[in-house]
């Protein structure tokens, strides 16, 4: 309710940033509510992105109504090694192992360079577990950025991430 509240809300031809897209739910969701909004996803797995295009085309659209990008986002912007869970994949520092991956990542304070947006709309995230130092570096380099995040919504994965994450925001 509060996702489908939000997309509403949005200005005309906002900006809405979706990192951590899985196959598509989100952005699909949002497509059919509101199709004038811009709709950037962030991806790194490859699985995952096979089935986003799938869905995109059984709901009808085009891969041209979504900016696709096969990045993860991380706290820094470089090479990471992603845990391949499915839907529990998760950047890990730990030891590299057979179901481990090396994908590109970004920083979140490099999108707006990268979609060419100052500012946007709406962000959401759900990086399974992985938000904290995310949030963490966007918030103490967000000086050095030209852009801002108007609204947030992000997942978090217990109770130790989500209080950890709500005091960036609330400090922020």
Request: hydrophobic fraction near 40%; include cysteine; glycine fraction near 6%.
């Amino acid at each position: 309710d509060i996702f489908i509240e939000t997309i509403k809300s949005l200005p005309k031809h906002a900006s809405y940033v979706n990192v951590g897209t899985a196959i598509g739910y989100y952005p699909l969701l949002t497509k059919k509510i509101r199709p004038d909004i811009k709709i950037y996803c962030f991806e790194p797995l490859p699985l995952h992105l096979a089935f986003f295009h799938e869905n995109i085309n059984l709901n009808g659209f085009n891969t041209t109504d979504f900016m696709i990008y096969d990045l993860a986002i991380s706290s820094i912007s470089s090479t990471v090694a992603l845990k391949d869970q499915s839907f529990g994949s998760h950047v890990t520092s730990g030891t590299i192992d057979q179901s481990s991956i090396l994908v590109n990542a970004i920083a979140l304070s490099d999108i707006f360079n990268l979609i060419g947006k100052q500012d946007i709309d709406f962000l959401q995230m759900d990086i399974q577990g992985h938000e904290e130092p995310v949030l963490t570096t966007y918030f103490s380099e967000n000086s050095n950025t030209t852009g801002s995040i108007k609204s947030f919504l992000v997942g978090t994965h217990g109770d130790h991430i989500h209080s950890a994450c709500r005091t960036l925001f609330v400090n922020n």
